[in-house]
C-alpha cells in the first residue's frame, strides 16, 4: 500500500499528526495494531453507563489558551480537576503534602533533614521534609512505583513534589485549564481523524514490507520494536489493573483516586470512575466501578506505560535514535518512539509541531530527515510522574 504519508499508531501523537497533514491535504493512511483507536489514553463505557479509562485515569489539564482551544475543536470539555487523596496510617489525607499535616505529624520536629547537595531523589525528599512524612507519602510508594530504592534514582525527580497549604491546596503552577472530554478520549480522536483512512488490527511491523510512504513514515510505536529489539529492550514500569464493580454501592471512595503509600498494601493506588463523570450523569447511574492498580515491570510487547530514568535505558535510547536518524523518510515519535513521558497537552503539541515542520518541507525538494536528535528527548530529561 503506497501512501503520501503513514502514520503508525492512532494514539494522540498520530491523531493530531494525521489531522494536521490531512487538514493541509496531505493523503494519510493510520495503521493501529488494536482493534480500537485512542491508544494509551482510549477509554469504555463499562455496562453499568461508568466510563472508564483503559489505562489509569487521564487527567487532561494545559496552560496554553491556544491549545485549550485547539481541543475543544474535538469535543465539549466539562470541568474536572483530579483529587487525589493517599491513605496514610489507615487515614485518607490530601495529596499533595500539606503543611498542617506535617505540622500535625511532626510538631516542633517539623523541618527537613537533609542538608547539603542531594545525590539521590531520597536526599531530595529529605532536602524538603522530616523523614515521617517521606515515608509516610513517598519512600514506599516510590519502591513500588519504580521496583528500586529512592536512593538510587535520580534526584531531579524530586522536583514534582510540592508541599502546599491547606487553603491552597493545588499545586502551585498547575496548569489553568482543567477538564475532561464528554464522550470520553476515543470519541475526542475519533473526531480528529474523521475522513482519514484507517487499517486497525494490523501490526505495521509484521507486514512493513507492503507499505510504502511516499513522503513520511510516521512511526508512534516502541523505538526499540522498531529496529526489532536488536541492540536490547528498553525498559519500563507498567500497571496490572483489577477492576470490579459494586452493583449495590452508591460511591466507595471519597475522592476519584486513592494512592497507597503503604508497604502493607499490594496496590499502588484505585481509581473510583465514578467521580470523573459530570454531576448529572453521576446521579443516575446505579452501583459504582473500581480499578485497583498493581505496578509491574515491563517491555517488548507488553503494555508499556512509564520509561525507567536510568543512566542504561537512557544510552539504549540514544544508540536507537541515533540509528533512526541515519533512515530517511522516518520520523519515530510519540512517548514510545520517544521513549519519554508526555503529558497528554505535551504531546498534542509535539504532535502539532512536528506535522507543522512536516508540511513546511512538503514543497521542498529537500527529503527531510527525522527532526528528532540524538542528543534530544530522553527518559532522564524530563522528571517522570512520582506519584499521580
Ligand atoms: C499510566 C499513565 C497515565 C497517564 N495519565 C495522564 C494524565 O492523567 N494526564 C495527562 O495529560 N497524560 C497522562 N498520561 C500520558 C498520555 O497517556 C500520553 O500523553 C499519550 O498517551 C501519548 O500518546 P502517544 O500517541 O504518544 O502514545 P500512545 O497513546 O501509546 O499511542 C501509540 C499507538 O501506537 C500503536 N502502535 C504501537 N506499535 C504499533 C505497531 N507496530 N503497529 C501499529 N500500531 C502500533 C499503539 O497501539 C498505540 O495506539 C498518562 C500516561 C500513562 C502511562
Given at each position: 500500500?503506497?501512501?503520501?504519508?503513514?502514520?503508525?499508531?492512532?494514539?494522540?501523537?498520530?491523531?493530531?499528526?494525521?489531522?494536521?497533514?490531512?487538514?493541509?491535504?496531505?493523503?494519510?493512511?493510520?495503521?493501529?495494531?488494536?482493534?480500537?483507536?485512542?491508544?494509551?489514553?482510549?477509554?469504555?463505557?463499562?455496562?453499568?453507563?461508568?466510563?472508564?479509562?483503559?489505562?489509569?485515569?487521564?487527567?487532561?489539564?494545559?496552560?496554553?489558551?491556544?491549545?485549550?482551544?485547539?481541543?475543544?475543536?474535538?469535543?465539549?470539555?466539562?470541568?474536572?480537576?483530579?483529587?487525589?487523596?493517599?491513605?496514610?496510617?489507615?487515614?485518607?489525607?490530601?495529596?499533595?503534602?500539606?503543611?498542617?499535616?506535617?505540622?500535625?505529624?511532626?510538631?516542633?520536629?517539623?523541618?527537613?533533614?537533609?542538608?547539603?547537595?542531594?545525590?539521590?531523589?531520597?536526599?531530595?525528599?529529605?532536602?524538603?521534609?522530616p523523614r515521617a512524612v517521606y515515608e509516610d507519602f513517598i519512600k514506599h510508594y516510590t519502591i513500588k512505583q519504580w521496583g528500586i530504592q529512592p536512593t538510587e534514582l535520580a534526584p531531579g525527580l524530586a522536583a514534582r513534589i510540592q508541599i502546599v497549604s491547606a487553603d491552597r491546596p493545588h499545586l502551585?503552577?498547575?496548569?489553568?485549564?482543567?477538564?475532561?472530554?464528554?464522550?470520553?478520549?476515543?470519541?475526542?480522536?475519533?473526531?480528529?481523524?474523521?475522513?482519514?483512512?484507517?487499517?486497525?488490527?494490523?501490526?505495521?511491523?509484521?507486514?512493513?514490507?507492503?507499505?510504502?510512504?511516499?513522503?513520511?513514515?510516521?512511526?508512534?510505536?516502541?523505538?526499540?520494536?522498531?529496529?526489532?529489539?536488536?541492540?536490547?529492550?528498553?525498559?519500563?514500569?507498567?500497571?496490572?489493573?483489577?477492576?470490579?464493580?459494586?452493583?449495590?454501592e452508591e460511591m466507595r471512595q471519597s475522592v476519584a483516586q486513592l494512592n497507597y503509600p503503604s508497604p502493607a498494601e499490594a496496590a499502588i493506588r484505585s481509581i473510583e470512575w465514578k467521580h470523573l463523570l459530570p454531576a448529572a450523569e453521576r446521579k443516575r447511574i446505579q452501583g459504582t466501578l473500581i480499578?485497583?492498580?498493581?505496578?509491574?515491570?515491563?517491555?517488548?510487547?507488553?503494555?508499556?506505560?512509564?520509561?525507567?530514568?536510568?543512566?542504561?535505558?537512557?544510552?539504549?535510547?540514544?544508540?536507537?535514535?541515533?540509528?533512526?536518524?541515519?533512515?530517511?523518510?522516518?520520523?519515530?515519535?510519540?512517548?514510545?518512539?520517544?521513549?519519554?513521558?508526555?503529558?497528554?497537552?505535551?504531546?498534542?503539541?509535539?504532535?502539532?509541531?512536528?506535522?507543522?515542520?512536516?508540511?513546511?518541507?512538503?514543497?521542498?525538494?529537500?527529503?527531510?530527515?527525522?527532526?528528532?536528535?540524538?542528543?534530544?528527548?530522553?527518559?532522564?530529561?524530563?522528571?517522570?510522574?512520582?506519584?499521580?
Open positions: 500500500m503506497t501512501e503520501e504519508y503513514i502514520v503508525v499508531g492512532a494514539g494522540l501523537t498520530g491523531c493530531v499528526m494525521a489531522h494536521e497533514l490531512h487538514k493541509a491535504g496531505g493523503r494519510v493512511l493510520i495503521v493501529e495494531r488494536n482493534t480500537y483507536i485512542g491508544g494509551n489514553t482510549s477509554d469504555v463505557l463499562h455496562e453499568s453507563g461508568i466510563r472508564m479509562h483503559r489505562n489509569g485515569p487521564h487527567y487532561f489539564r494545559c496552560g496554553s489558551d491556544a491549545l485549550w482551544n485547539y481541543v475543544r475543536q474535538f469535543a465539549e470539555f466539562y470541568p474536572y480537576r483530579a483529587q487525589i487523596q493517599a491513605l496514610v496510617n489507615g487515614r485518607p489525607e490530601a495529596w499533595p503534602i500539606q503543611r498542617e499535616y506535617i505540622a500535625q505529624r511532626c510538631g516542633s520536629k517539623s523541618q527537613a533533614v537533609f542538608d547539603g547537595v542531594p545525590r539521590n531523589f531520597e536526599e531530595a525528599c529529605l532536602g524538603r521534609m502551585a503552577g498547575a496548569k489553568r485549564h482543567h477538564g475532561l472530554p464528554l464522550g470520553g478520549y476515543t470519541r475526542m480522536m475519533e473526531r480528529m481523524i474523521d475522513g482519514i483512512p484507517r487499517l486497525l488490527a494490523c501490526d505495521y511491523l509484521q507486514h512493513r514490507r507492503s507499505f510504502h510512504a511516499a513522503r513520511m513514515l510516521i512511526y508512534t510505536g516502541g523505538i526499540d520494536a522498531f529496529f526489532n529489539y536488536d541492540n536490547g529492550y528498553l525498559d519500563y514500569r507498567s500497571q496490572r489493573r483489577e477492576t470490579e464493580y459494586f452493583p449495590d480499578t485497583r492498580e498493581y505496578p509491574v515491570a515491563a517491555r517488548g510487547d507488553e503494555a508499556l506505560e512509564y520509561p525507567v530514568p536510568d543512566a542504561g535505558n537512557t544510552a539504549l535510547y540514544k544508540h536507537y535514535r541515533r540509528r533512526a536518524e541515519r533512515i530517511g523518510k522516518v520520523l519515530i515519535c510519540g512517548r514510545l518512539g520517544e521513549y519519554r513521558y508526555y503529558d497528554m497537552d505535551q504531546a498534542i503539541a509535539r504532535a502539532r509541531k512536528l506535522a507543522g515542520d512536516l508540511l513546511a518541507h512538503r514543497n521542498s525538494r529537500v527529503v527531510m530527515r527525522t527532526p528528532l536528535t540524538a542528543r534530544g528527548p530522553a527518559a532522564a530529561d524530563s522528571p517522570p510522574r512520582t506519584t499521580c
